[in-house]
């Protein structure tokens, strides 16, 4: 079935240490976002990108580095320089004209 | 910035219409209105969407006004499984640039 899966579901990590969080779809979409979401708040844009090999910054990108070498995937490292990494992470793709964005079921990651 | 205000929470009697108001007076011609929820700890699910005129489908129907600066979400026959949070986004569909997030609402359905 056509989707988008994030990986893993749960993930720990030590404080100080870079972690790559994993999106891969097969639903042919151009566009695909990544999401921050602290608890009891809404999505916060961190980036984006609208084709391959091109991305843009979100709202809160510092901290934060991304890759779009295929189009299927989109993986988001998660950098030592962001301040407040625990948090529970959405990957979104989207196609071209009148159409929704399909989620993954998100990365929940926490920094000890 | 998003583009869509939302009250913060809502009630609803398990059974009742459930009716969320979103507020979009910025909205421009070729701007879509897009309805999600999020049931705690998953991704964003897809309701419906509309450009001028209201839509039903088996989860819900939206109802825009005639002049589009507001919209409202309707769940006919609220359950407990529709507590969630609800968000409301204007999207233009001609590109596939930011997607802002709003607060959202917090729909609790009670019984």
């Given amino acids: 079935d056509g989707g988008i899966t994030q990986s893993p579901k749960y993930l720990f990590r030590k404080e100080g240490q870079n972690v790559t969080l994993s999106c891969e779809q097969n639903l042919n979409h151009d566009a695909m976002y990544w999401y921050r979401q602290d608890p009891g708040q809404g999505l916060r844009l961190i980036y984006y990108s609208q084709i391959v090999n091109d991305f843009q910054k979100g709202d809160i990108a510092e901290g934060y580095s991304v890759s779009r070498e295929k189009k299927e995937s989109f993986p988001l490292t998660v950098t030592s320089a962001q301040k407040n990494p625990t948090a529970f992470y959405l990957c979104a793709s989207m196609g071209q004209g009148n159409t929704e964005a399909f989620f993954g079921q998100g990365t929940r990651l926490t920094v000890v | ?111």
């Fill in chain 2, 1 to 111: 910035d998003a583009k869509t205000t939302q009250p913060t929470s809502m009630d609803c009697a398990e059974g009742r219409a459930a009716n969320l108001p979103c507020n979009h007076s910025t909205i421009s011609g070729n701007e879509y209105v897009y309805w999600y929820r999020q049931i705690h700890s998953q991704g964003p699910q897809y309701i419906i969407h509309g450009l001028k005129n209201n839509e039903t489908n088996e989860m819900a129907s939206l109802i825009i006004t005639e002049d589009r600066k507001s919209s409202t979400l309707i769940l006919p026959h609220a359950t407990l499984r529709d507590t969630a949070v609800y968000y409301c986004i204007v999207r233009d569909s001609s590109n596939t640039g930011k997607l802002i997030f709003g607060q959202g609402t917090t729909l609790q359905v009670k019984p």
